[in-house]
């Protein structure tokens, strides 16, 4: 069994237990995932499952989608409702002015990783560190926000659609609007309804999992991982020895159609067959690929 499950994860577990009950459900240790959410946050968690974990690296740098629900005057230990209440203020923010300090958030932006976060340093996790309370000096980090679009409005509650980079911390987003319109905020809802070509609305709870499984018919919610790679062009090769396949190995044959690909990922199938990712190189005026990872 191999091949991916994009995964509505809900509230309250975090990712490792998406995949430990996977593990469980499946019979197969091999289950990872790209792209973290918070035990509070539910939404789109692909996970990979078998040979399809060797390609977990082809997707940790996608940019993810969120919708995420902003409380206005409320600050908190952790950024979101899960921690204690640290202060409360009067909110006195019009939906214009909203929106217009929102604006000041897209494009680069540096960010400061919470005390509440999985960041580890010196081989332990920073939310340890924070739960003996002790604070730990964290280097700001540069991420992107494409866009953040007002959905709802209420002068004390704010519902935007946010798309970022990997590696944005939504509730320190939230924390710093909070800090810019100067009533404080903090995270009390959210939800990943995007992670890279992944969508919430093509996404299996583990109930419906669950089901097709004891119902013999996993292939319903499992996703072949080639099927992952559709954007990058195809080879298909004619050989009967699917050997020859090896990591670092160079082939040559008929790739001039690719010559306007080098460096540049390609998926390869001997036959029907898929056999993984090579890269387009150009060796003395030929077209050749390089094998960069079998997914076989």
């Not at 939404?43 to 409380?71: N, Q, S």
């Not at 409320?74 to 002015?97: A, C, L, Q, S």
């Not at 903090?186 to 070509?197: A, D, M, Y």
Request: proline share 4%; charged share 30%; glycine share 8%.
């Amino acid at each position: 069994m191999k091949g991916v499950i994009n995964i509505l994860k809900p509230p309250g577990m975090t990712s490792h237990d998406v995949v430990t009950f996977l593990r469980r459900l499946l019979k197969i240790k091999k289950i990872g995932h790209s792209g973290t959410l918070d035990p509070a946050a539910a939404g789109v968690l692909p996970i990979f499952i078998g040979k399809a974990t060797k390609a977990i690296e082809f997707f940790v740098d996608d940019d993810k989608e969120y919708i995420a629900e902003i409380r206005l005057g409320i600050t908190t230990d952790t950024g979101d409702f899960e921690g204690n209440i640290t202060n409360i203020n009067p909110v006195k923010i019009d939906r214009f002015k909203f929106k217009k300090t929102i604006e000041q958030f897209t494009g680069d932006v540096w960010q400061v990783p919470p005390m509440y976060s999985a960041v580890r340093y010196k081989g332990r996790k920073l939310y340890e560190y924070a739960r003996q309370g002790v604070v730990i000096e964290r280097k700001p980090r540069k991420v992107k926000i494409y866009s953040i679009d007002l959905l709802d409005y209420d002068e004390k509650t704010a519902i935007v659609r946010i798309t970022c980079s990997k590696g944005t911390y939504i509730r320190t987003l939230c924390e710093d609007i909070g800090k810019e319109l100067g009533c404080g905020a903090c995270l009390s809802c959210l939800v990943r309804v995007r992670s890279g070509q992944f969508i919430i609305e093509k996404s299996a709870t583990l109930e419906e999992i669950q089901q097709n499984y004891i119902g013999g018919i996993p292939e319903k919610v499992m996703i072949p991982i080639d099927k992952c790679f559709k954007h990058m062009p195809m080879v298909r090769l004619h050989r009967e020895d699917r050997s020859f396949f090896i990591k670092g190995k160079m082939l040559f044959g008929d790739f001039e159609h690719l010559k306007d690909h080098v460096d540049k990922y390609v998926r390869v199938y001997n036959f029907e067959e898929f056999l993984g990712i090579a890269i387009v190189k150009n060796i003395k005026e030929k077209t050749a690929i390089k094998i960069f990872k079998s997914l076989n």
